[in-house]
């Protein structure tokens, strides 16, 4: 989707390593949803954001949104096998959020 | 059910048929949404639900798309006349209520159409 770009769009990282992806949106953000997907299968819901400044984390993940409520990182501490998938946000950008507008995702491989 | 459901799995067609995809959501969510997902890229809104209501269908690409929810539960999205631009991976995803509650959106495994 134009409205929101993901950067890098693929990245390979050695296991044991850190690693972060980005969201940017041209509107502001009501919500921002990450999500995981794995080759054939669907999305995984992993984290949701909608305050400006929040930060949540799970196990080794933390997301944040921005201040300003369009832009958001995702990183993953200490990479391992399980990580590797295609990471996507997606997000609210009406007040009366319904539809989610998704990134192209990032395609994440991480090396043993 | 335990998670949003989609059958088939994997559905091939010869161009000009017609194809329904099925949609269980997840027990008692009111909202159901469909997504586009072509090979690389991410999902695309099609069409949205509360209830039985189709509240937002701005998405759907041409009158051949078609989905309803007649009961508030179960979905069927019909594809008609089926071109090769519609080979892609379609999700269905629920929700509890997207309208009185900020809450994310479960997808389902979706289905693979392959149109030849």
């Known amino acids: 989707s134009q409205e929101l770009e993901q950067s890098p769009q693929s990245l390979i990282v050695q296991e044991g390593k850190n690693l972060t992806i980005n969201c940017t949106s041209s509107?502001?953000?009501?919500?921002l949803y990450w999500y995981k997907q794995k080759y054939g299968e669907g999305l995984i819901f992993l984290m949701m954001?909608?305050?400006?400044?929040e930060e949540k984390s799970h196990e080794k993940i933390t997301a944040k949104l921005d201040e300003k409520k369009q832009q958001s990182s995702l990183h993953i501490t200490a990479s391992q096998p399980s990580h590797a998938g295609i990471y996507l946000c997606g997000a609210d950008t009406r007040a009366a959020g319904n539809k989610l507008t998704f990134g192209g995702g990032t395609r994440v491989l991480v090396k043993p | 059910g335990a998670g949003v459901s989609q059958s088939p799995r994997y559905k091939v067609a010869k161009r000009g048929q017609d194809v329904a995809l099925r949609c269980d959501p997840i027990s008692g969510h009111v909202s159901l949404f469909w997504y586009q997902q072509a090979l690389g890229q991410g999902p695309e809104f099609l069409t949205y639900f509360q209830n039985e209501a189709q509240l937002d269908k701005s998405g759907l690409p041409s009158d051949r798309f078609f989905a309803e929810r007649p009961e508030g539960s179960v979905s069927t999205l019909k594809i008609q006349r089926t071109q090769q631009e519609d080979s892609a991976v379609y999700l269905c995803?629920?929700?509890?209520?997207?309208?009185?509650?900020?809450?994310?959106?479960?997808f389902g495994d979706g289905t693979r159409l392959s149109i030849l």
């Open positions: 954001l909608q305050k400006g400044g």
């Open positions: 995803a629920s929700s509890p209520n997207v309208i009185t509650s900020n809450q994310p959106q479960h």
């Open positions: 509107k502001t953000l009501y919500g």
